[in-house]
């Protein structure tokens, strides 16, 4: 169905994105390619002054740890993991902008009060994406 997929993990909500993944399995064409990605926030620089130098690159080193951790190496699938930092949505969008994916898979929460008036993360990246995405919730 698809060539190249994009599933956006949010390494909090570890059993969400173990879903997204199966599910990922069974669109992705033979030969296609799944990438995983996690996005780091970035610590805003009144707080990353008081932090050890080395801590971002620590984040990073443990995020592709845990997707790394993901990937089963039975699949006869190409799965790729990244990291990126950033805001969330504009590095799920930059991510399947630059890998020419054809769909984005993304996992949803309940939305609250707060993300009527900011909008949520998934909600971001259905608004501004160049390509099909599936919303699990």
Avoid: N
């Avoid at 994009?6 to 064409?29: F, G, N, P, W, Y």
């Amino acid at each position: 169905m698809y060539g190249r997929i994009i599933v956006a993990v949010d390494l909090e909500h570890l059993e969400q994105a173990k879903a997204l993944l199966k599910r990922a399995t069974s669109l992705v064409d033979a030969g296609g390619e799944i990438r995983l990605i996690h996005v780091l926030e970035e610590v805003p620089g009144y707080i990353a002054a008081e932090l050890p130098s080395d801590v971002s690159e620590r984040r990073r080193a443990e995020a592709a740890v845990e997707l790394r951790a993901m990937i089963d190496p039975a699949l006869e699938l190409r799965v790729e993991h990244e990291v990126r930092h950033g805001a969330a949505s504009g590095q799920i969008l930059q991510a399947a902008e630059d890998s020419g994916a054809e769909l984005i898979m993304i996992a949803s929460h309940k939305p609250g009060l707060r993300d009527y008036f900011i909008g949520s993360t998934a909600a971001r990246v259905i608004r501004h994406a160049q390509c099909s995405v599936l919303v699990e919730r």
